[in-house]
């Protein structure tokens, strides 16, 4: 199930072998597995883009306020 949340500071992601990127702050889309967190954003040019993150990684950017899950 798709849950929403705000990205406030910096989060990154690693694309493929390359360079970590940045997640822009705003809304994003965040869908939960088991192993991983996958994270759904639109850029200013409303260009959909998305990225997976370890649980460690998205537990850690929630632990620092970076990542702020949208209440229920």
């Known amino acids: ?19 970590l990127m940045p997640i822009p702050d705003g809304p994003v889309d965040i869908d939960v597995a088991d192993d991983s967190v996958t994270l759904g954003w639109t850029d200013g040019e409303g260009n959909a883009s998305h990225a997976a993150i370890t649980r460690d990684e998205y537990e850690r950017y929630v632990g620092e306020g970076k990542i702020r899950p949208a209440a229920h």
């Open 1 to 19: 199930m798709t849950e929403h949340a705000m990205i406030r500071g910096e989060v990154c992601f690693r694309a493929g072998d390359g360079v």
